[in-house]
């Protein structure tokens, strides 16, 4: 199993961030009945103002080449189409478990 983990910070203000994590949230956690290989899916929108970090994402997917076919699904395209114009930076690990 691989565990696809990705964290985005933001920019704008604080209540854009917001929206727009809430915004992406909700678009993610539909995903699972959209995708066939994506198992599970959490997503945590940071309440601490001391981090830099304002969401993140862990999805469960079988294999390596599942993570591939999850990103290029048109529903998780969709999905993080909400971010673009304001992802600052995006950091991932995909790990085995």
Not at 10 to 34: M, N, Q, T, V, Y
Not at 43 to 55: F, L
Request: hydrophobic residues 50%; proline residues 5%; aromatic residues 8%.
């Amino acid at each position: 199993m691989i565990k696809h983990t990705v964290m985005f910070k933001l920019h704008g203000s604080e209540e854009l961030r917001r929206k727009i994590a809430e915004d992406f949230k909700a678009a993610l956690l539909a995903l699972p009945e959209k995708i066939d290989c994506l198992q599970s899916m959490e997503v945590g929108i940071n309440v601490n103002p001391a981090e830099d970090w304002d969401v993140v994402l862990m999805a469960v997917v079988p294999t390596m080449a599942d993570v591939n076919t999850y990103a290029k699904h048109p529903a998780h395209v969709a999905a993080a189409a909400i971010l673009g114009p304001y992802k600052e930076a995006r950091a991932c690990v995909d790990f085995e478990f």
